[in-house]
């Protein structure tokens, strides 16, 4: 449950939530009806009463009372759920746009002037338009505080848009099963103040490092916020891609164009498989379940990523 302070965190909430205790409250009168009328029929129609069983005639003026009345209900329960629906889908002309991107099992964020995140920062009160991308398999961006879903389809454009109201931080899920790590595919939406996210926009760093990391601490800091290690770990197991841990340095045994070879994983190798995944396979391992980072991984932060390598590798 969201505290009080969420409830109006976007400009959808109010439409939404309107729609879903209007419909709630429909089916509450439904159900206590219809369940009034079962006791009623179980009790006036019963065997003891009626041990004889005759047909009952319909009524045709009932017949059509009844569907009459029921095309109008949903008639006005649709205009009620467009009405707020509507307003999703008309995007303001100077809403600020964000590239959202998702891959098994990572949300990314690209920014205009190229900054790419793991959560998604927006000022208050400004529209934000989201252009949805997914560079996998079908995914669904859900902020539930926000009331706002849409899916992301390979190869579809889609978008989406909100205005938040509120300071704070929110939840981003996955909504879409997409695979092992579904239910750890989340991230966070932090709202700020336009003033503090002027001075965070203005900061085209990458990734957000600490001055006091060691090179190697950055490595792994750049490789946990673009979603590496969700298939790569770091202590040896095996999950959809291989482990860091001992490879740097060492023969790989790989797949290339069909053929099977020996590489030795050095900084080329490394740099290689990063902007193209799918030319040497460690056998063992599916193809195409990496896709490529060329533009969204710099040279300098390839440097710290080897570092981090050859640190877990000694």
Known sequence: MYSADQLDASSFVEGVDRVFYIILGFSFIFLIVITVLIIVFMIKYRKSKHPKAVQIEGNTRLEIAWTIAAVILVLALFFIGWAGYKPM???????????????????????????????LVVPVGQAVELDLIALDVIHSLYIPAFRVKEDMVPGIEKNMWFRAQR?????????????????????????LSDSAF?????????????????PWQAGYEILRKNGCVACHTSDGSKLVGPSYRGIYGHMAEVETGGQSRE?????????????????DIVNGYNKGLM???????????????IEYLRHISQ
């Open 89 to 119: 889908r008309n995007i303001p002309d100077d809403a600020m746009k964000i590239t959202a991107m998702a891959r098994m099992w990572q949300f990314n964020f690209m920014y205009e002037n190229g900054k790419v995140t793991d959560s």
């Open 291 to 305: 896709l490529s980072y060329e533009g969204l991984v710099s040279d300098e932060e390839i440097g710290l990523i």
């Open 263 to 279: 590489v030795i994983v050095d900084s080329l190798y490394i740099r290689n498989s990063i902007f193209n995944p799918n030319d």
């Open 198 to 214: 002027q001075s965070w926009y203005v900061d085209t760093t990458r990734v957000e490092i600490s001055k006091d990391m060691l």
């Open 167 to 191: 300071e704070g931080g929110y939840d981003i899920f996955c909504a879409e099963y997409c695979g092992l790590e579904h239910s750890f595919m989340n991230a966070r939406v932090r709202v």
